[in-house]
Nanobody, 124 residues
Framework: QVQLKESGGELVQPGGSLRLSCVASGGTFVMYRMAWFRQAPGKEREFVAAINRVGSITNYADSVKDRFTISRDNVKNTLYLQMDSLKPEDTGVYFC?????????????????WGQGTQVTVSS
């Protein structure tokens, strides 16, 4: 089991940028496949991006492709999400998630460990 703590969320204007961070502790970070999900008010949690253990393979939801970049630093035990060209529809609570096993990277059910989330609000 690994503990996850997100940070970096805030209010930003449309077209702006943010970088979210997720620090992992209590586990061997490099053993975990990682992902970002988000949840808007009244909506289900949705997949944003995922990355493999060594950071060589990433995949993205179509809605964020070419705007968001997921990365990880296995020395700092930290997962990142660089978000550019932000839109109001990107508003929500962003969660990082971890799993030590293979599975559907885009399914919340594939992940056993979750952070508490960080709020991102895109508004003018």
């Amino acid at each position: 089991q690994v503990q996850l703590k997100e940070s970096g969320g805030e209010l930003v204007q449309p077209g702006g940028s943010l970088r979210l961070s997720c620090v992992a502790s209590g586990g061997t970070f490099v053993m975990y496949r990682m992902a970002w999900f988000r949840q808007a008010p009244g909506k289900e949690r949705e997949f944003v991006a995922a990355i493999n253990r060594v950071g060589s393979i990433t995949n993205y939801a179509d809605s964020v492709k070419d705007r968001f970049t997921i990365s990880r630093d296995n020395v700092k035990n930290t997962l990142y999400l660089q978000m550019d060209s932000l839109k109001p529809e990107d508003t929500g609570v962003y969660f990082c998630a971890a799993t030590p096993v293979q599975g559907n990277a885009a399914s919340p059910g594939s992940y056993g460990d979750w952070g508490q989330g960080t709020q991102v609000t895109v508004s003018s």
